[in-house]
């Protein structure tokens, strides 16, 4: 789980999704922007993906990336972020 603010913060993406993760918020969360890379990787507002609230989406995870950082323009969630495979 990644508690998510209007300040960039990341996580290390699980070990044990080497290729896809899900990625779900609450309904109440504020919307989310993420970005995949590497330890030192950051998101940005208005710029990285955008994360609508209460989304649950699987997402493939860049080549070489292990970490995932969300940031909101305002208000907070949490991002929760586990291995799985969409269809």
């Given at each position: 789980?990644?508690?998510?603010?209007?300040?960039?913060?990341?996580?290390?993406?699980?070990?044990?999704?080497?290729?896809?993760?899900?990625?779900r918020?609450?309904?109440?969360?504020?919307?989310?922007f993420?970005?995949?890379?590497?330890?030192?990787?950051?998101?940005?507002?208005?710029?990285?993906?955008?994360?609508?609230?209460?989304?649950?989406?699987?997402?493939?995870?860049?080549?070489?990336?292990t970490?995932?950082?969300?940031?909101?323009?305002?208000?907070?969630?949490?991002?929760?972020?586990?291995?799985?495979?969409?269809?």
């Amino acid at each position: 789980k990644l508690v998510v603010t209007n300040s960039s913060a990341r996580v290390a993406i699980p070990a044990s999704a080497p290729m896809q993760v899900r990625i779900r918020t609450k309904a109440t969360d504020a919307d989310c922007f993420i970005e995949f890379g590497t330890s030192t990787v950051t998101a940005v507002a208005d710029q990285s993906y955008s994360f609508a609230a209460g989304a649950v989406e699987f997402l493939s995870v860049p080549l070489n990336a292990t970490h995932v950082a969300a940031v909101t323009e305002t208000g907070t969630a949490s991002l929760y972020i586990h291995s799985g495979e969409g269809t």
